[in-house]
């Protein structure tokens, strides 16, 4: 028997007991492991950085080989809100209303100095940051970031996705968190 | 023959007799300083003019130069004949006390979000304008946040330490 | 008027005349609807999927520019212009120091100007190929757009080569270029100018005469060339309905008039029209980087404005004079003349116009930005009402509206 070789890189099995005709791991590795790779992202994209994530979309750059072929463009079936771009005081409350829309798990990266603490626009209109009226897990510096820092966030998400515990988001200091920001 | 600034001058000069109050020729776009009254008057004369034939509004604005006492607030048109590539800036000055000043929107549909822009940031009050409110900022905004008095940074974060800032 | 015969009602049905309200629908279109590109938020009334009415909501991403701009010196201006058409960032920045100059007279000299027209038209067909790629997306053609955005990123590559970054660039001082472009910057232009039409050829054949493209653009979301001036329109979207106004041969700046090129004019003004006349001008541009490149002149890429050109850093270190002026210009201590000015460049939406009143301090006392996608896109309502719901957001993608430049 000869070890078929191929090119194509499939993510590494999680540690488990091993032999012929089955595998054996614990649950919540095995979810991690499918959540990770399978995170479909809602593109909150509003102005310049929206730009660069078409660029990382793109055939350059692919965000699919993430395993984020899919682009969920209704929240109720996203994974993960990234947030794209200036949010002015008027687009506040859309942007909440968007995160409250989206099914748990949810995650949430800010991309672009605007949307991690309002950037250069330290002005009356622009909301100082989208962590005034939601929750965020990873900030991705830049105006706008590089695809390539764009990935590097996508790829810190995958991280938190694959180490979080699965009860989280049924722990107290999760309700907590929510509370802060006035969600259920 | 071409229409050069100094004869569009006097034809704006006849059009308008003493309403014209000043006007300069700088960078290449004559201006005229006339009474806000005949604004419309004057872009409906430029538009309909065989010779003129401005049909173009370029651009709506308004400015805030508090320290002109009587004429605080100012409304710039632009208007360009593409037919005599001729350029032209229509400024009308108002008081702070009366912001009115007639709408440019029967003349021109493109007016109509001009002048809400420029009422949203200073506050003045095109009459006859369709559906004059607030286009950029939220609704509930109660100032006018280009009027030179107003701050540029918002005022009610509490994030940012002005000293890190220099302010 | 477009009157619309439901056949099986046997009426006719006159879709911009009040119905009974009743029997409409409300439907909210964005702000982050994926079609819309940008945030604007459209709140259709329609009756079935003819549209009847339509009333937009803008500024969703209203970040004060102006304001920001009289707290500024000239030179910190530039970053904020970049952010007003993204898409096609180097003509802002450009048109942005072209008003400068012209407040402070400045001689140019030929090779800036000339640097100039390749940079800018460089952005102009990035800026175009976004727009059209994106009318074949919204069809659901994605192909095309996954196709041409690798050559974007070929422009983009120039970009970056020439001033460090890919999209928000603030390329170029006030003056000329922070320095000259590269051997490695010429050879990636060549490179382009040799690859790119065979790309845009198989891009266009995709497209231009492809049945379905054709039968979902022709005749939708047509504007006259009346309405449309009287909307304020510039740039491709009124070229479409047949004006060939174009400020770069109207008001020629930065030596356009050394270059040979067309202005490619539609007629009817419709999606197809606006998609054809955007091809073309890609054409255009591409002919005038290779004039520009092949005919580039020798001489300095600055001008002698050392009040507002940053001196090299090695002198700053080393000159006495240059320190000066180095802090000089940080500090936004040199003097401006006072004055008014209108100054409009060709941006990728259509006539770009900065009115800049300067009183002579450091930043300006008022500056005003001429945006053509906020004066065009109040006509979107007037163009979709009476028509599909579906043709909307084609109409919408073929208009171009940046949200950044919108909403200013």
Known sequence: MTEKTS???IVKEPEGLKGEGFFATRLDQVLALARANSIWPLPFATSCCGIEFMATMGSNYDLARFGSEKLSFSPRQADLLMVMGTIAKKMGPVLKQTYIQMAEPRWVIAVGACASSGGIFDTYSVLQGIDKVIPVDVYVPGCPPRPEQILDGF????DIVKNESLRRRSLPEYKELLNQYGIE | MALTS??????????LGEDLISSTDTFGILSVNISASRNIDLLEFLHKDAAIQMNFLTDITGAHYPDRKGQEFEVIYHAHSFVNNIRLRIKCPLPLENLEIKSATSLYSGANWMEREAYDFFGIIFTGHPNLKRILNVDEMDYFPMRKEYPLEDQTRTDKEDDYFGR | MIILEDKNKNITLDPLKKVDETELTTLNFGPIHPATHGVMQNILKVNGETIVECEQTIGYIHRAFEKIAEHRPFYQITPLTDRLNYCSSPINNMGWHLTVEKLIQADIPKRVDYMRVIIM?????ADHLVCNSVIAADMGALTGFTYVFQFREKIYDIFEEVCGARLTTNIGRIGGFERDFSPAAHKKIKALLQE?????NEFKS????????MDRTIGVGGISAERALNYGFTGPNLRATGVDYDVRVMNPYCSYEDFDFMIPVGSSGDVYD?????????EESLKMIKQAHDNLPEGKYYAEVPEFYLPPKEDVYTKMEALIWHFKIVMGETDVPTGEIYHAVEGGNGELGFYLVSDGGRSAYRLHFRRPCFIYYQAFSEIVCGGMISDAVMTMSSLNVIAGELDA
């Open chain 3, 274 to 282: 606006r998609f054809m006349v955007r091809n073309r001008e890609i």
């Open chain 3, 121 to 125: 038209e460089l952005s102009r067909i």
């Open chain 2, 6 to 15: 100094d004869i569009l001058l006097s034809k704006v000069k006849d059009f």
């Open chain 1, 155 to 158: 790829m810190k998400i995958q």
């Open chain 3, 206 to 213: 995709m497209l231009e005469r492809n049945r379905i493209f």
């Open chain 1, 7 to 9: 090119d194509i890189k």
């Open chain 3, 196 to 200: 790119f039409p065979k790309m845009f």
